[in-house]
């Protein structure tokens, strides 16, 4: 799987869009660009996932560029409780095996 | 029903106790997966099952022994830990018959295990 680079950390206004950036400048044709949050003590949460059109969903926007080398998370209207860890994680299709890197742990303040 | 469930929440035990971690999932998922997660990095892998069947192992050490008993349930079973082993036990679950482009994995809420 393609290795992926996220900043440490970012904050953020409540109401504001939340804009997360990955960096996955080796990924193959093949992978896909999934994301994934993990708000304080519980367990992990799929967002969304795109191979190389943008997706949208009710909880966020994806957009891939059109070289796929990097992608953005958008949450169009933060609230207090996107307050997590996001996830980039570029990986094939096989269901067997998903690894997380370190995340962005975004904060959304009043 | 979208839950995988844990059970237990907490568990305290010695170096030389033996207890078993429980997940659960009735979604009809055939892939079922744990991972270790410590305190402030990301979850790791540890093992996946498909089928039933033992498909990957992340080379974790024999002390951790899981077993999937049917297509809903998931067993970790821990014997002779050690007090670096601490940590937040993670379960989920995916689906492995539908398209390719979506498996996404439904997790439950953890076990956090202290070994004294």
């Known amino acids: 799987d393609a290795k992926t680079t996220q900043p440490p950390s970012m904050d953020c206004a409540e109401g504001r869009a939340a804009n997360l950036p990955c960096n996955h400048s080796t990924i193959s044709g093949n992978e896909y660009v999934y994301w994934y949050r993990q708000i304080h003590s519980q367990g992990p949460q799929y967002i969304i996932h795109g191979l190389k059109n943008n997706e949208t969903n009710e909880m966020a926007s994806l957009i891939i560029t059109e070289d796929r080398k990097s992608s953005t998370l958008i949450l169009p209207h933060a609230t207090l409780r996107d307050t997590a860890v996001y996830y980039c994680i570029v990986r094939v299709a096989t269901p067997n095996d998903m690894r997380f890197g370190a995340g962005t742990r975004l904060t959304v303040k009043p | 029903d979208t839950e995988v469930t844990q059970t237990p929440k907490h568990l305290v035990m010695g170096m030389t106790n033996k207890k078993s971690l429980k997940c659960e999932q009735h979604m009809g998922h055939r892939a079922m997966y744990w991972y270790k997660q410590k305190a402030k990095k990301p979850p790791e892998l540890m093992f996946v099952?498909?089928?039933?069947?033992?498909?990957i192992n992340e080379s974790v050490p024999s002390r951790f022994s899981p077993e999937c008993p049917n297509s809903s349930l998931l067993n970790l079973h821990l014997h002779a830990l050690q007090p670096e082993d601490s940590a937040l036990y993670l379960c989920a679950s995916s689906q492995l018959d539908r398209l390719p482009s979506y498996n996404e994995q439904f997790f439950g809420p953890g076990t956090r295990l202290t070994v004294l």
């Open positions: 099952y498909s089928y039933e069947k033992l498909s």
